[in-house]
């Protein structure tokens, strides 16, 4: 970890964020080396994006907060109202990012700012609590575990069921089947099925509209910051806000939406936070080239024959969650292996993993959902994504991160940025 983490115009044109005050950025926790806390014992923190989902995180885990962003007028005047006093409002992201004064900074703008925001934000010497999917491409969250692991901060994505809460539609939460899927009793490899039975319907039908007609924009919106790095569309409201995941652009419909918050945990309990997917198959209709549209399954299979399947349509309404050579785990832990929940009870614990990022941030010890499985789960979301609008399987190099003998997909990895963004 640097001494010192200095935010000046010349860094930002290197990242392409352009226009950002000379400021040198030393946080508290960095001055006073690892372990370090403010006197009040309270983390300071940001939030960029206050349209939604950031006002729900005002307060969380010992921090105060001391800034918001938005580039939406009446997002910002709402949001400084529910703040309260002594909290300070900012158009452009790079200003709150230039306070000496804040030490997380909590990103909750649409996915296409995700990774763009948390590579500024680890420059700047701040620890980062960042909204799903983590990015919007491969390449995307590859130069955020960089920059996150070159400049020595703290990371954590959004989602939470690898650690804490009952998992979506299980009646149980992780730990008993990460630890009855460790103990071999399921035999090798696995089938993990996510369909309606657990949920998976909830935001399955998240799709952008066709043809869209261009609109004036509002007076209140910043709509070419709004857009940022993403390709110039007209203005019409089904781009922005709340609809916006409805768009290849800017998220990935019902799977970037909802997609990290079961696969992460799968991810998890199958042991793949280090690795990717080598196939994906996909079977849907064909896909709009600016609208997200519906699909049928999605299958992954990992190079030691374990699968995902995502069953959109939830066509096999029998199917166990968890299936192996040996034995079946259905839906509200139910199994067709006898004394279950009693053999669960004779197995070891599952590794500790820290669940609270301010002790992550005090202790400078990863987060349970770092950058670097988070990256690997969004990547899983990012692989089907990819699949889905060219219309085709996919096989993928997990180590090297790349797709195999299809340049097309490759060129999907690492997608131009509009000017004057750029990673």
């Not at 729900?56 to 885990?61: N, P, R, S, V």
């Not at 934000?121 to 799903?132: L, N, P, T, V, Y």
């Not at 889905?388 to 003998?405: A, C, E, T, W």
Request: charged share 25%.
């Amino acid at each position: 970890m640097k001494d010192k983490q200095t935010v000046n115009r010349r860094n930002f044109l290197k990242a392409g964020l352009v226009g950002a005050a000379a400021i040198t950025v030393i946080p508290r926790h960095v001055m006073g080396g690892p372990g370090y806390t403010a006197p009040s014992d309270q983390l300071t923190k940001g939030i960029i994006g206050v349209g939604g989902m950031g006002r729900g995180h005002y307060e969380y885990e010992g921090t105060k907060l001391l800034a918001i962003c938005d580039v939406d007028k009446g997002h910002l005047r709402d949001g400084l109202a529910a703040a309260g006093p002594g909290v300070t409002g900012y158009h452009d992201f790079r200003e709150l990012l230039a306070r000496p004064d804040i030490d997380v900074v909590h990103i909750a703008t649409p996915p296409h700012w995700h990774a763009l925001m948390a590579i500024a934000a680890a420059e700047a010497g701040k620890d980062i609590w960042c909204e799903k999917p983590m990015t919007r491409t491969i390449g995307e969250g590859i130069k955020v575990v960089e920059a996150v692991n070159r400049h020595g901060r703290m990371f954590r994505l959004n989602t939470w069921f690898r650690f804490k809460d009952n998992f979506y539609g299980l009646g149980t939460d992780v730990k008993p089947l990460k630890k009855l899927i460790d103990s071999g009793i399921l035999g090798w490899p696995l089938k993990v099925t996510v369909s309606g039975i657990t949920g998976y319907d909830w935001k399955f039908y998240w799709s952008g509209k066709t043809n869209l007609k261009p609109m004036p924009v509002p007076e209140d919106l910043d709509y070419d910051m709004w857009l940022g790095p993403a390709p110039y569309k007209p203005y019409n409201p089904e781009r922005v806000h709340s609809v916006f995941r409805g768009y290849w652009d800017y998220d990935g419909g019902g799977l970037g939406d909802m997609g990290q918050h079961y696969l992460d945990p799968v991810q998890y309990m199958l042991g793949k936070d280090d690795t990717s997917p080598v196939l994906v198959e996909v079977d849907s209709p064909q896909q709009d080239p600016d609208a997200c549209g519906t699909w049928r399954r999605i299958e992954y299979t990992y190079a030691d024959g374990c699968k995902i399947i995502l069953d959109g349509e939830n066509r096999d309404k029998n199917a166990a969650y968890i299936e192996g050579p040996n034995g079946k785990v259905y839906r509200g832990f139910k199994s067709d292996i006898p004394n279950l929940q009693k053999f669960i009870e004779t197995l070891p614990e599952p590794e500790p993993q820290i669940g609270i990022f301010s002790e992550s941030v005090r202790t400078r010890q990863k987060f349970a959902l770092n950058e670097m499985n988070g990256h690997r789960s969004s990547t899983i979301v990012n692989l089907g994504v990819v699949a889905l609008r060219l219309g085709r399987s996919l096989k993928y190099d997990p180590v090297n991160q790349v797709f195999i003998d299809d340049e097309e997909a490759n060129r999907m990895i690492n997608q131009p940025m509009r000017s004057p963004w750029t990673l």
